[in-house]
Nanobody
Framework: QVQLVESGGGLVQAGGSLRLSCAAS????????MGWYRQAPGNQRELVAV???????NYADSVKGRFTISRDYAKNTMYLQMNSLRPEDTSVYYC?????????WGQGTQVTVSS
């Protein structure tokens, strides 16, 4: 059973930065895609950023230019560097990874941005 474990969330002031990590229990080089989603209370889960085959990335319009998704294959870890954080970025952030037709999710990490 694949496990994904997020870390790096916390409380930060508006304009600050955080880096989220998603450590996988297995080799990530064979994934079809990996990504970050977020869900605020009362809202649906939304895509934040995704990286697919060949390193092609896609970002939600609301985070373009501020967030960067990356992977370290040696560490089997995906990252989300979040800069210029805004109060509206406050959410639980989830990482996901897909091997073949099966997708796995982490447990989520809380990010709170104070104004």
């Amino acid at each position: 059973q694949v496990q994904l474990v997020e870390s790096g969330g916390g409380l930060v002031q508006a304009g600050g930065s955080l880096r989220l990590s998603c450590a996988a229990s297995t080799n990530i080089i064979s994934t079809n895609a990996m990504g970050w989603y977020r869900q605020a209370p009362g809202n649906q889960r939304e895509l934040v950023a995704v990286v697919g085959t060949g390193g092609v990335t896609n970002y939600a319009d609301s985070v373009k230019g501020r967030f960067t998704i990356s992977r370290d294959y040696a560490k089997n870890t995906m990252y989300l560097q979040m800069n210029s954080l805004r109060p509206e970025d406050t959410s639980v952030y989830y990482c996901t990874a897909k091997w073949g037709v099966r997708a796995y999710w982490g447990q989520g990490t809380q990010v709170t941005v104070s104004s």
